[in-house]
């Protein structure tokens, strides 16, 4: 059974850069679209940004230009790359297989103003 784990998070200054990654294990290949979302303290998780099988990317209108989606299918792994954070940025992250109730467990992202 498919299982996706997030990591990459961590503590980063307002300015700084993280890259987020998203494996897939428990299956052959990463057929699937995946999308990020997250979830500040006492906010809604919202969506981040998706791709689909054949790199098709889009991202949530306040992300555009700061982050960027990929996927490298050889390594089952769908990454998240984000410049320019904000404290704003502050959440968990996490990944979903697109349409499914398959989550990661989530990565902690925090911004230091």
């Known amino acids: 059974q498919v299982q996706l784990a997030e990591s990459g998070g961590g503590l980063v200054q307002a300015g700084g850069s993280l890259r987020l990654s998203c494996a897939a294990s428990?299956?052959?290949?990463?057929?699937?679209?995946i999308n990020w979302y997250r979830q500040a303290p006492a906010k809604e998780r919202e969506w981040v940004a998706g791709i689909t099988i054949g790199g098709i990317t889009k991202y949530a209108d306040s992300m555009k230009g700061r982050f960027t989606i990929s996927r490298d299918n050889a390594k089952k792994t769908v990454y998240l790359q984000m410049n320019g954070l904000i404290p704003e940025d502050t959440a968990v992250y996490y990944c979903?297989?697109?349409?499914?109730?398959?989550w990661g467990q989530g990565t902690q992202v925090t911004v230091s103003s």
């Open positions: 979903r297989i697109a349409n499914t109730d398959k």
């Open positions: 428990g299956t052959r290949g990463i057929d699937y679209n």
